[in-house]
């Protein structure tokens, strides 16, 4: 028998497609349903009018994370103000009266939504993956279909564990080669969102190849793959291998005994066939990509840190130049400003982009013995997970970080978009680890420029945009 | 939801590309549990000054355009998060009917499930769009999903795709989830034969 090769997200698509109509509309099957706080109360609350229950409660786990303070003292009463202390319990009640399984606020488990999926072996290859949250993309990494949806479609996979989708074109992005000392995989990432624009990869599945992509760590390859929505994707795959497999063996939510091995032989067919083909090919050379900043308020307004602030003028599109002038005068830079004198007055390490622990140990390794400058008026790091943070703390990341002048938090979302107390103030400039630096997501006002954990380190200690290579 | 049949209504443009949904609902007004209310709340940061008092350039808090029921824009309208309080928010403030070049997939989606209509037409006419409400704001566009048409009077008349399975939803005001209960069979079949093949999915 001879068949057309396929592409690994053709072969996730074809193992869950469970019914097709003529129009070409499937409803396809979801395995694994994760669930926060914030786009959830409005889906349960549709459940409970229609008197329906969750399919399967054995596919779904929630957690809280985006309205959680970081504060020590976040259990006490009077922790969290009166709005998020009821986007909580709503979780907390919806949970217990459809049971549902919870990681709550005293639970060591609890953390990023898109954290704890494969902390826990929850996130798994080939799976189909949702959660009411853009950055599930990041589930990708171990060569699952994950995607984030809306509010309505929370509540239609928790009434029927399926969506109904149409089939995505795909593009491949392969990075050959190897990436320079200093550059990450936060850099490679912010490089492919400068080439293809915020919006290049709307309608297409990403998936990542090329030596520089397959030879990094799975918390690398769920940095790049998180960032794919930044992209326009709505997911990102990088195709399963020893190194997804090594990472999974032995979480408490993954596989074990005979189930294993039935599991890795089916996870080991998936990857692309050779001479599948895609909608659409980019290629990159890693040599090509330098240590990467945003500068404006779009992920795709990227430099490398050698750069100067770019001038409206220096962009063909007459929409883009008067974007450009908008975002200059909202970021308060003057074109032809070499980036590197640019000067932060807030640090912000965590989210689920690099809130893990290769994350924290790249901080760790860059401001151990030195403290952070003086202008910066507060340097945080938020660690994932409560799981990431207890073993920073056995590898003794944390008392380097403390030692620094960084203040070391509980687990959660954090300031990467400031549903709770940490936020920047209006003007406030920030170096920070996460995704987004749309105007206002760190707090109204807010100027944010997005890095590597590294370069988040480097900034804290000279006070300014710093390229790791000269530090 | 409410159906979607036809519109004829004041077109409002917002000469504004990548429009995210943090531009279109803060985080802040996300701790809501419900969906209504958030009409206030829409494009807060561009639309109200610090101290709650309105901006006065943008469009919606001009008079011309306040009852307006279409919102026109750039390219990548409703960029970023997957949260429905986009859609809610705008449907909130009275808008039915959203075009642009082209949306981001998430908000694009999030929209249909909430009796919005989000037309997507070549650049050259949503500029001309653009141009005719700026000059002519009074005038009401008309919306004719059924007929797949964008008309002012018989000044002009554009004609927009659609995904016909969306289309229907959308006229008929159904809900996706009564339509997929009706497949539980597929579903059921579905679930045994994966049983088989990936059994390490489910609890045994
Ligand atoms: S860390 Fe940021 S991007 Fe990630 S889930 Fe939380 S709010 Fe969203």
């Known amino acids: 028998m001879t068949t057309t090769p396929r592409t690994l997200y053709q072969k996730i698509w074809d193992d869950h497609v469970i019914h097709t109509d003529e129009n070409g509309t499937s409803l396809i099957y979801i395995d694994r349903h994760l669930v926060h706080e914030v786009t959830s109360p409005q889906a349960f609350e549709g459940l409970k009018m229609a008197n329906r229950p969750v399919q399967r409660i054995d596919a779904t786990l929630a957690v809280c994370d985006h309205n959680v303070p970081t504060t020590t003292d976040r259990l006490e009463e009077g922790g969290m103000n009166e709005e998020s202390r009821i986007q909580v319990e709503t979780l907390y009640k919806n949970c217990e009266d459809f049971g549902v399984q919870l990681f709550d606020m005293a639970d060591k488990r609890q953390g990023i939504v898109h954290i704890i999926g494969p902390e826990q072996g929850f996130t798994q290859p080939g799976m189909t993956i949702v959660c009411g949250d853009s950055h599930t993309s990041t589930h990708g990494a171990f060569g699952a279909l994950a995607f984030g949806i809306g509010t309505s479609e929370v509540e239609h996979v928790l009434a029927t564990q399926t969506l109904i989708q149409k089939p995505a074109k795909s593009m491949r992005i392969t990075v050959n080669g190897e990436l320079g000392d200093g550059v990450t995989a936060k850099d490679m990432i912010l490089a492919i969102i400068g080439e293809i624009g915020t919006a290049g990869g709307t309608g297409y599945v990403l998936e990542y190849a090329g030596d520089a992509v397959q030879s990094l760590s799975m918390e690398g390859r769920m940095t790049m793959c998180n960032m794919s929505i930044e992209g326009g994707a709505r997911a990102g795959l990088i195709a399963p291998d020893a190194t997804t497999f090594d990472y999974l063996k032995g979480r408490p939510m993954a596989p074990q005994a005979e189930q294993w091995d039935k599991a890795v032989a089916y996870w080991a067919t998936l990857k692309s066939d050779e001479g599948a083909t895609y909608d659409k090919e980019v290629v990159l050379d890693a040599a090509d990509i330098a240590p990467t900043v945003t500068w404006g308020t779009t992920p795709e307004d990227v430099m490398p840190i050698t750069g100067v602030v770019p001038a409206p003028s220096d962009f063909d599109d007459e929409a883009k130049q008067k974007s450009v002038a908008r975002m200059l005068d909202y970021m308060g830079l003057t074109a032809g400003t070499p980036l590197t004198d640019i000067t932060v007055d807030k640090i912000f390490i965590g989210s689920c982009t690099n809130g893990r622990i290769e994350d924290l140990r790249a901080v760790a390794k860059v401001v151990e013995g030195k403290t952070i400058a003086p202008n910066i008026k507060l340097a945080m790091v938020v660690p994932g997970s409560g799981l990431v943070k207890e073993q920073a703390e056995a590898e003794g990341i944390a008392e380097i970080l403390i030692n620094a002048g960084f203040d070391w938090r509980e687990a959660g979302c954090s300031m990467c978009l400031g549903m709770n107390p940490d936020q920047l103030e209006p003007q406030e400039r920030c170096a920070s680890t996460s995704n987004r630096n749309f105007e206002g997501r760190q707090g109204r006002g807010g100027r944010t420029h997005l890095m590597s954990p590294a370069m988040a380190a480097a900034a804290a200690i000279t006070g300014k945009l710093t390229d790791i290579r000269e530090l | ?204």
């Open chain 2, 1 to 204: 939801m409410e159906k979607f049949d036809k519109l004829s209504a004041i077109a409002a443009p917002l000469r504004m590309i990548n429009v995210d949904t943090d531009i279109i609902i803060p985080k802040q007004f996300l701790k809501t549990v419900k969906r209504t209310g958030l009409g206030v709340n829409a494009f807060n940061d561009i639309r109200y000054n610090e101290d709650g008092s309105e901006k006065t350039d943008f469009v919606l808090n001009k008079d011309a355009y306040r009852d307006a029921g279409i919102l026109i824009t750039g390219e990548n309208f409703g960029c970023g998060s997957s949260r429905e309080h986009a859609p809610w928010a705008i449907l909130d403030m009275g808008i039915r009917c959203l075009i642009a070049p082209s949306f981001a997939d998430i908000f694009y989606n999030n929209s249909f499930k909430n009796g919005i209509l989000p037309i997507q037409l070549p650049q050259e006419q949503v500029d001309q769009l653009m141009d005719e409400a700026e000059t002519n704001p009074e005038a009401p566009l008309e919306i004719d999903l059924e007929n797949q048409t964008i008309k002012r009077g018989n000044k002009f008349s554009f004609d927009f795709d659609i995904d016909p399975f969306r289309k229907h939803c959308l006229l008929n005001g159904l809900d996706d989830i009564g339509l997929t209960l009706e497949k539980k069979a597929h579903i059921a079949d579905f679930e045994n034969n994966d049983k088989q093949k990936r059994s390490w999915l489910y609890k045994s």
